[in-house]
């Protein structure tokens, strides 16, 4: 089976730009996570869909949205970029959304670099 | 608010040493707890959930709603059990939504 792909793997923008991440999840899975990881933030939870609704979201502003695809593929956007938006976004799949039972499968994360 | 912390950024022990990764965590109900690491050059990857009550790669972890600790043991460290080690919550309902803390580089010495 395929692991989570995520794409692409390195990205740089400048400032006021915007950019969209692309998260294709393990076959059959239904609920996408996406996360971002910084050095002085650690990981942080941005947002989860499922079947095509986000079902949960952090504590993020509105500059980052996302959407989930009938195929589960989810894509997620950042808008008018910040220097602090440059961090490595990973995204996760799992079947349910369900920690307890689920096991969440991780990418290997798009780099993102602001300038 | 659900807050997870890990104390120490690095740790280094001995290979055949014993090894104790600290997590606390802050959660006004019954949370759910795991630990994921992340080896070199790999993704980040579950090694185990609390309420499995599993024993992974030699690795347990007991939950302790006294203390809200969920520390992360291992009797007799292993070279390849280096590597970068998160600990997690989640809140009460299976939310998908995981609160990590900052992890603890564990580097164990030949």
């Given at each position: 089976?395929a692991?989570?792909?995520q794409?692409p ?6 400032r ?6 692309s ?9 996408v ?10 990981l942080q ?5 499922f ?24 894509e997620m956007n950042?808008s008018?970029?910040?220097?602090g ?14 920690p ?15 300038l | 608010?659900?807050?997870?912390t890990q ?13 104790e990764?600290?997590?606390?965590y ?6 759910e707890l795991?630990?994921?690491?992340q080896?070199?050059r790999?993704?980040l990857q579950?090694?185990?959930r609390?309420i ?13 709603k006294?203390e809200?600790s ?12 280096s ?19 900052k992890?603890?580089?564990l580097?164990?010495?030949?």
């Amino acid at each position: 089976k395929a692991g989570v792909t995520q794409t692409p793997r390195y990205l740089i923008k400048t400032r006021g730009q915007q950019v969209t991440l692309s998260c294709s999840p393990i076959s059959g899975h239904r609920s996408v996570s996406w996360y971002q990881q910084t050095p002085g933030q650690g990981l942080q939870f941005l947002f989860e869909y499922f079947s095509e609704t986000q079902r949960n979201k952090g504590n993020f502003p509105g500059r980052f949205s996302g959407r989930q695809f009938s195929n589960s593929r989810s894509e997620m956007n950042v808008s008018t970029l910040e220097l602090g938006d440059s961090a490595l976004y990973l995204c996760a799949s799992s079947l349910e959304g369900t920690p307890s039972t689920d096991t969440q499968y991780f990418g290997p994360g798009t780099r993102l670099t602001v300038l | 608010a659900q807050r997870v912390t890990q104390p120490e950024k690095l740790l280094s022990v001995f290979k055949g040493a014993p090894v104790e990764l600290k997590c606390n965590y802050s959660y006004s109900g019954s949370p759910e707890l795991f630990w994921y690491v992340q080896y070199s050059r790999q993704r980040l990857q579950l090694l185990l959930r609390h309420i499995s009550r599993e024993s992974i790669k030699g690795f347990t972890a007991d939950l302790n709603k006294g203390e809200t600790s969920f520390h992360l043991k291992k009797p007799f460290a292993q070279e390849e059990d280096s590597a970068m080690y998160y600990c997690a919550l989640s809140g009460e309902g299976g939310s998908e939504k995981l609160v990590f803390g900052k992890g603890t580089k564990l580097t164990v010495n030949p």
